[in-house]
């Protein structure tokens, strides 16, 4: 796979001490777009090359799938002359990108109060569980303990009153990872205008509530509980894929347009008229008893003839697909989506391709994910070390 190439943040350079999902995610959404980043881990690596299937030690796929567009450095940051090489490194970089506890940081000289005189143009990027200056500031936090803490797991029980569970996705660690990335982004943006680096934090639990509370703090937003906290609609026991007779289909309509035309697609364009359904404010009230009428009419025809009547009629809608039925899916084989490659030393890989499209500068896989300490001595002589300080550390 070739190393060459641009994207929106080509020339900058990233300094990534991140492990587990949230901070590789960010990161590798930055080396996607052009970055050059300097992945530095411990002797044993991090703890994603272990898990899930591999072919080689050290290269397990929950590591292959969030950490491509990246140079694996070892540093064995208890010995000083490696803090020492890591400092070096920091000092010529654009970014420094962490999720270790704030307190680890401090004592490991890495907090950006110390970094700063070394390097103030320094963008210092680094999320934990919670705000820096709250009581919570350096307890342990994973996606588990956040969508429980952020209320994700109590909305997943509301709808059937069963109990609370978590969205089997860690969407708290790569939601708050895209935040990260996305703030790094703007924190370059603007040293492009002062040239001076700043700090940025993302706590991941006020990132979920944001995220969460998007439409669910409903009559909180008028200071008012007694009005209601958390959108009916999504709590409806129909709001699922509708069942057809021989599968099932999504489909949503919002306006008053698009639901007169989903009712004339169902052969109901009788219920436009219904003073329940028919303008936005009273579907909302109703959208249970509507969506009932609806999944009770999807049961007559199939999936092909619903998906059929519903684009005629400029309905939004789509099949469910499975994790398995991705990987044959035709649209997604058209735009190139999956992407077989070969790794020189783990073999034949799937990757996905960058989502995000940029007219003048698009970014792209440019490398695949690396393995352990690949790169030390290469990024080490970049940094100006000698070959005796690069073997010292190598071995020790």
């Given at each position: 796979?070739?190393?060459?190439?641009?994207?929106?943040?080509?020339?900058?350079?990233v300094?990534?001490?991140?492990?587990?999902?949230?901070?590789?995610?960010?990161?590798?959404?930055?080396?996607?777009?052009?970055?050059?980043?300097?992945?530095?881990?411990?002797?044993?690596?991090?703890?994603?090359?272990?898990?899930?299937?591999?072919?080689?030690?050290?290269?397990?796929?929950?590591?292959?799938?969030?950490?491509?567009?990246?140079?694996?450095?070892?540093?064995?940051?208890?010995?000083p002359?490696?803090?020492?090489?890591l400092?070096?490194?920091?000092?010529?970089?654009?970014?420094?990108?962490?999720?270790?506890?704030?307190?680890?940081?401090?004592?490991?000289?890495?907090?950006?109060?110390?970094?700063?005189?070394?390097?103030p143009?320094?963008?210092?990027?680094?999320?934990?569980?919670?705000?820096?200056?709250?009581?919570?500031?350096?307890?342990?936090?994973?996606?588990?303990?956040?969508?429980?803490?952020s209320?994700?797991?109590?909305?997943?029980?509301?709808?059937?009153?069963?109990?609370?569970?978590?969205?089997?996705?860690?969407?708290?660690?790569?939601?708050?990872?895209?935040v990260?990335?996305?703030?790094?982004?703007?924190?370059?943006?603007?040293?492009?205008?002062?040239?001076?680096?700043?700090?940025?934090?993302?706590?991941?639990?006020?990132?979920?509530?944001?995220?969460?509370?998007?439409?669910?703090?409903?009559?909180?937003?008028?200071?008012?509980?007694s009005?209601?906290?958390?959108?009916?609609?999504?709590?409806?026991?129909?709001?699922?894929?509708?069942?057809?007779?021989?599968?099932?289909?999504?489909?949503?309509?919002?306006?008053?347009?698009?639901?007169?035309?989903?009712?004339?697609?169902?052969?109901?364009?009788?219920?436009?008229?219904?003073?329940?359904?028919?303008?936005?404010?009273?579907?909302?009230?109703?959208?249970?008893?509507?969506?009932?009428?609806?999944?009770?009419?999807?049961?007559?025809?199939?999936?092909?003839?619903?998906?059929?009547?519903?684009?005629?009629?400029?309905?939004p809608?789509?099949?469910?697909?499975?994790?398995?039925?991705?990987?044959?899916?035709?649209?997604?084989?058209?735009?190139?989506f999956?992407?077989?490659?070969?790794?020189?030393?783990?073999?034949?890989?799937?990757?996905t391709?960058?989502?995000?499209?940029?007219?003048?500068?698009?970014?792209?896989?440019?490398?695949?994910?690396?393995?352990?300490?690949?790169?030390?001595?290469?990024?080490?002589?970049?940094?100006?070390?000698?070959?005796?300080?690069?073997?010292?550390?190598?071995?020790?």
């Amino acid at each position: 796979m070739s190393e060459a190439g641009g994207g929106p943040l080509a020339g900058v350079r990233v300094i990534d001490l991140t492990s587990a999902v949230l901070g590789p995610v960010a990161t590798q959404i930055l080396g996607d777009m052009g970055a050059d980043v300097i992945k530095v881990e411990p002797p044993q690596g991090d703890t994603m090359r272990q898990v899930g299937p591999t072919r080689g030690p050290d290269m397990a796929v929950m590591f292959l799938n969030i950490n491509r567009n990246k140079r694996s450095v070892v540093l064995d940051l208890k010995q000083p002359a490696a803090r020492a090489a890591l400092l070096r490194l920091i000092e010529g970089a654009d970014v420094l990108v962490h999720n270790m506890r704030l307190g680890a940081a401090e004592r490991l000289g890495l907090s950006y109060a110390a970094l700063a005189p070394r390097n103030p143009r320094l963008i210092h990027a680094s999320a934990t569980g919670f705000r820096k200056d709250g009581r919570h500031r350096d307890r342990p936090a994973f996606d588990d303990v956040i969508q429980g803490m952020s209320g994700l797991a109590a909305l997943n029980a509301m709808r059937d009153g069963g109990e609370p569970r978590y969205v089997p996705s860690a969407i708290a660690d790569k939601f708050c990872g895209h935040v990260l990335a996305s703030a790094v982004a703007m924190a370059l943006y603007r040293r492009e205008r002062t040239g001076r680096g700043q700090e940025v934090h993302v706590p991941m639990l006020e990132t979920m509530l944001s995220f969460n509370l998007g439409e669910h703090l409903w009559g909180g937003v008028l200071d008012d509980p007694s009005l209601g906290l958390g959108y009916g609609r999504m709590f409806t026991p129909y709001r699922r894929p509708f069942p057809t007779s021989d599968g099932h289909l999504c489909l949503m309509a919002n306006s008053d347009d698009q639901w007169q035309r989903l009712l004339g697609a169902l052969g109901r364009p009788d219920l436009a008229e219904d003073p329940r359904f028919a303008r936005l404010a009273q579907r909302a009230v109703n959208i249970g008893a509507l969506y009932a009428i609806v999944e009770e009419v999807m049961r007559t025809r199939s999936t092909a003839e619903w998906q059929a009547r519903l684009d005629a009629a400029d309905v939004p809608n789509g099949p469910v697909l499975g994790l398995a039925d991705m990987l044959e899916d035709d649209y997604l084989a058209e735009t190139g989506f999956f992407q077989r490659v070969e790794h020189p030393s783990e073999g034949r890989m799937l990757v996905t391709a960058v989502p995000v499209e940029f007219s003048e500068a698009p970014g792209a896989v440019r490398r695949l994910p690396p393995r352990l300490g690949e790169h030390t001595a290469e990024v080490l002589r970049e940094a100006g070390l000698a070959e005796a300080e690069i073997a010292e550390l190598a071995g020790g």
